[in-house]
């Protein structure tokens, strides 16, 4: 296959060598081969139906570009620097295996259009990849969920012993983010779902192109209003690349408390040993590295929603090569998150709680100092004063190195005669989570009906 640069025309001097690599995007964009050739594939089937390519030649390129993309996908295809980018190298293969008709491909489009659609399609696939693995996990946190529906934990607020809470609630919490996510995926797939083809290199063609029927052909929704906006939208990408910055700063939180939670201080779970590894030096380690990991590379993803947010900035319609720098951030963001997603979803059931840690944790920091003050608050004492009043209790406590529960009733009736012997049934750490019993509360029943609000949700979804 000849190196002859597609659009040689007009020029009479060669490209400087360093330039002709330097402007290259082939050795990334290659990855889009076979959304090129899906896209050229409805362009040429569109040409022909409004009469301007054949059937005969529609036929050759059809199989001509079949036998680029085996040869592609089995490693034989060679790619070459001096034809830039995947587009012409598969254009120049194309005329190189079927002669005329393939030079006649590219007639009514520009490689601006092509590959604002080809990024396009090949973005719209991996969101269906990504919001599977994301599925995946989400049912895996409902399993869990529904396991530890009574495990009792302490809930913190600035890491400090705060209420008692059932682990299958905190597990939900973690679902709502991932289910936010979801949704913010599916929007962005909406948005996204419009064929840009047909915009050519800014204005739209001269031929009687039908993009309707490219639309259709490639299951886009409709064709891009405008053509200058066509070719040089990239909100798409900055939007994957923003839900997926939102959606790996929630496992980076994830990842954070599956971390202290390992800890042997804490040891209130137990991550399997096939996703931790040791250290070279202290043979005693066992490191989360998985969730490490993944809390590490939530800061690439943020890094590559800021370049391509740059890349825009200021950009003047319509298409400008800075738009080529749009896919080695893209590329890694999908490549990074369908990873993390993938390892959390298949790491999250090989969790193992241990139940006597968290509770014992629970019984230390007073956890049930509010139920006291609710309880007084029932016998008709003001909140403020029922809140100064088990302060001073928690005080004593803490100056007897002892828990609120571990109180004789004597000992509590100093602080407010209004408590009864009843109270004992308020400051346990079932009672205080059985208690919040309503819909967004900790309480089991309440764990177990937003389990199985979620399983109908996802399940309607699906
Ligand atoms: N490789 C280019 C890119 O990724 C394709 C479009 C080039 N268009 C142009 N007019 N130079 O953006």
């Known amino acids: 296959?000849?190196?002859?640069?597609?659009?040689?025309?007009?020029?009479?001097?060669?490209?400087?060598?360093?330039?002709?690599?330097?402007?290259?995007?082939?050795?990334?964009?290659?990855?889009?081969?076979?959304q090129d050739i899906q896209g050229s594939i409805a362009h040429a089937t569109m040409l022909v139906r409004q009469g301007i390519l054949s059937e005969d030649e529609r036929e050759a390129i059809v199989k001509g570009l079949n036998l680029i993309l085996d040869r592609i996908e089995s490693g034989r295809f060679e790619w070459s620097i001096g034809l830039e980018d995947v587009h012409m190298n598969v254009e120049a293969a194309l005329t190189a295996e079927i002669g005329e008709a393939g030079k006649k491909l590219h007639t009514?489009?520009?490689?601006?259009?092509?590959?604002?659609t080809d990024v396009r399609l090949w973005l719209r696939q991996e969101i269906e990849q990504i919001q599977r693995e994301l599925q995946r996990l989400q049912l895996a946190l409902l399993d869990i969920a529904e396991r530890e529906a009574e495990t009792i934990l302490p809930g913190f607020t600035h890491l400090q012993t705060a209420q008692p809470i059932t682990f299958g609630h905190h597990?939900?919490?973690?679902?709502?983010?991932?289910?936010?996510?979801?949704?913010?995926?599916?929007?962005?797939?909406?948005?996204?779902?419009?064929?840009?083809?047909?915009?050519?290199?800014?204005?739209?063609?001269?031929?009687?192109?039908?993009r309707e029927f490219t639309a259709e052909l490639l299951g886009f929704d409709g064709p891009c209003r405008n053509s200058l906006d066509a070719v040089?939208?990239?909100?798409?990408?900055i939007e994957f690349t923003a839900d997926a910055s939102i959606l790996m700063m929630h496992l980076s939180r994830m990842s954070e408390e599956l971390t202290i939670w390992s800890s042997a201080q804490f040891a209130f779970i137990t991550l399997s040993d096939s996703f931790c590894t040791g250290s070279s030096i202290m043979p005693q380690k066992k490191n989360p590295d998985v969730p490490e990991l993944i809390r590490g590379k939530s800061g690439r993803i943020f890094g590559h929603l800021m370049a391509l947010l740059t890349l825009m900035k200021s950009q003047p319609l319509a298409y400008n090569k800075d738009n080529q720098e749009d896919k080695e951030p893209l590329f890694d963001t999908v490549d990074n998150l369908r990873g993390s997603l993938k390892v959390f979803a298949d790491m999250i059931p090989a969790i193992s709680c241990n139940p006597e840690r968290m509770r014992a944790a629970a019984l230390q920091g007073f956890a049930t100092a509010t139920d006291l003050a609710d309880y007084l608050v029932r016998k008709g004492?003001?909140?403020?004063?029922?809140?100064?009043?088990?302060?001073?209790?928690?005080?004593?406590?803490?100056?007897?190195?002892?828990?609120?529960?571990?109180?004789?009733?004597?000992?509590?009736?100093?602080f407010s005669d209004i408590i009864e012997e009843d109270v004992f049934d308020y400051l346990t750490l079932?009672?205080?989570?059985?208690?919040?019993?309503?819909?967004?509360?900790?309480?089991?029943?309440?764990?177990?009906?937003?389990?199985?609000?979620a399983r109908e949700r996802l399940r309607k979804g699906a």
Request: charged content about 30%; aromatic content about 8%; hydrophobic content about 45%.
């Open 232 to 237: 040089s939208d990239r909100d798409f990408a």
């Open 171 to 210: 597990m939900m919490a973690w679902f709502e983010m991932l289910e936010r996510d979801a949704s913010r995926l599916e929007d962005c797939h909406r948005r996204m779902n419009r064929l840009p083809l047909g915009a050519a290199a800014l204005a739209g063609t001269t031929f009687p192109i039908d």
């Open 1 to 34: 296959m000849s190196d002859k640069k597609l659009w040689a025309g007009r020029f009479s001097e060669p490209t400087d060598a360093f330039v002709e690599a330097f402007t290259a995007s082939v050795e990334f964009d290659q990855r889009l081969a076979p």
């Open 108 to 116: 009514g489009r520009s490689r601006n259009d092509q590959v604002a």
């Open 430 to 453: 079932e009672g205080s989570a059985a208690a919040r019993d309503h819909i967004g509360g900790t309480a089991p029943a309440q764990v177990r009906r937003a389990i199985a609000g």
């Open 381 to 414: 004492m003001p909140f403020r004063d029922a809140h100064e009043v088990v302060g001073k209790s928690v005080a004593f406590c803490v100056a007897e190195q002892c828990d609120l529960a571990e109180l004789t009733l004597e000992q509590l009736r100093a």
